[in-house]
């Protein structure tokens, strides 16, 4: 798994430092709110899990399945699991790893607003600098990262290098061949 990284874009420690400081800035948003947070799985499962434990606040937790990339290429945003909880006049906090058309974002809030949640905001570890067809933009964010390809950290490539423990950019070859299997 290792060798198929070309370059490390973003170490461990510099994402944990990153998440202490947007679970403060979540923390003080967020007190005395009736807050749920909506992770989107797979990709945000890390970044959530981390970050959440460093947020003091009473909190409901829910997930919403999503799919919008096959390989490297952006497919129509596709819903395959639903709220679990009931999320009406809650602040609803959505989680996800990347944002990158922000097409995924735009149709999960679509889809959110629905349940008549009190708020609606979006959190992503990293945004792609790159022009945009949407006029979202999450409301925090990690990380700018250039328009490159990235796995780690949740992200991943054919559901390969979810839990590699930092962000870095694929060599050239792994995509071709897909991941080896020994680690
Ligand atoms: P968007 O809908 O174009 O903003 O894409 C967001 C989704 O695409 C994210 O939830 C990721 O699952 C996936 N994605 C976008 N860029 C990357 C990447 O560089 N590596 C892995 N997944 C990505
Ligand atoms: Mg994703």
């Keep these: ?26 923390a003080a948003d967020y007190a ?7 992770v989107l799985s797979n990709g945000a499962l890390f970044f959530a899990a981390d970050l959440l ?9 829910d997930s919403i399945g999503v799919a919008s990339y096959i390989g490297e ?17 809650r602040h609803v906090l959505v ?9 995924t974002l735009q149709a999960v809030s679509q889809h959110l607003r629905k349940s ?7 959190c992503v570890l990293l945004q792609k600098e790159v022009a945009r067809e949407t006029s979202v933009q999450p ?12 796995v780690g950290y ?11 423990p930092y962000i870095g950019v694929l060599k050239p070859e792994a995509k071709r061949t897909g991941p080896r299997r020994k680690q």
């Design 32 to 38: 005395g709110r009736k807050l749920t947070v909506v």
């Design 1 to 26: 798994m290792e060798q198929d990284i070309d370059q490390v874009i973003l170490t461990a420690a510099a994402i944990a430092a990153r998440n202490r400081e947007l679970a403060a800035d979540l």
């Design 139 to 150: 409301d925090y964010r990690g990380f700018a990262i250039e328009n490159v390809f990235v």
């Design 95 to 103: 989680i996800d790893d990347i944002f990158d058309t922000g097409r």
């Design 53 to 61: 434990r460093l947020i003091p606040l009473p909190l409901q937790l």
């Design 154 to 164: 949740g992200l991943d490539y054919n559901e390969h290098y979810r839990n590699l």
């Design 73 to 89: 290429k952006s497919e129509a945003v596709e819903l395959r699991s639903d709220l679990k909880t009931d999320v009406q006049g």
């Design 116 to 122: 008549k949640p009190a708020s609606i905001r979006t």
